[in-house]
């Protein structure tokens, strides 16, 4: 079986819903006294993060049947095109694009695999266009 492929006619995530945070993979350890201490209860990490993205009417049927069939309700994995790193310019360390011989910049690509969050995805409509908040958690 393979892995899906997030549907690429949806827009790129927004940049204003975007959040990210690491799973916490320590274990608390409660001391008798002074601060607490930790330890790793596991190694491999998932980041988990939350996104939204503004959708046509078509382009919400698209997303609702790739979570609810081809994902199974968020249930299978699937690649996506990572937020940060996806589709963005290649730049130095002084922060200029690099650019390639005929002068347009270069783009980085980037994966990842994902699962759907804990929670189901939210929508919000406004005109004519649906707001969807959805969280994923990256496989490490």
Excluded at 28 to 46: E, H, I, L, T
Excluded at 55 to 66: I, M
Excluded at 68 to 73: G, L, M, S
Aim: net charge neutral; hydrophobic share 35%; aromatic share 10%.
């Amino acid at each position: 079986m393979s892995v899906l492929t997030w549907p690429s006619s949806l827009p790129r995530p927004l940049r204003s819903g975007y959040q990210a945070q690491n799973a916490d993979p320590r274990l608390r350890k409660q001391a008798d006294a002074g601060p607490p201490g930790f330890r790793r209860r596991y190694s491999s990490v998932a980041r988990g993060l939350s996104l939204s993205v503004v959708l046509s009417r078509s382009e919400k049927a698209q997303f609702d049947r790739f979570y609810e069939q081809d994902a199974r309700h968020g249930s299978l994995p699937f690649w996506m095109p990572d937020p940060v790193t996806d589709g963005w310019p290649m730049l130095t360390e002084s922060g200029a694009y690099v650019l390639t011989e005929s002068g347009q910049p270069i783009l980085l690509s980037k994966q990842l695999l994902c699962l759907f969050g804990d929670e189901p995805p939210v929508e919000t409509i406004q005109g004519m266009s649906f707001t969807i908040g959805f969280s994923v958690w990256v496989m490490p």
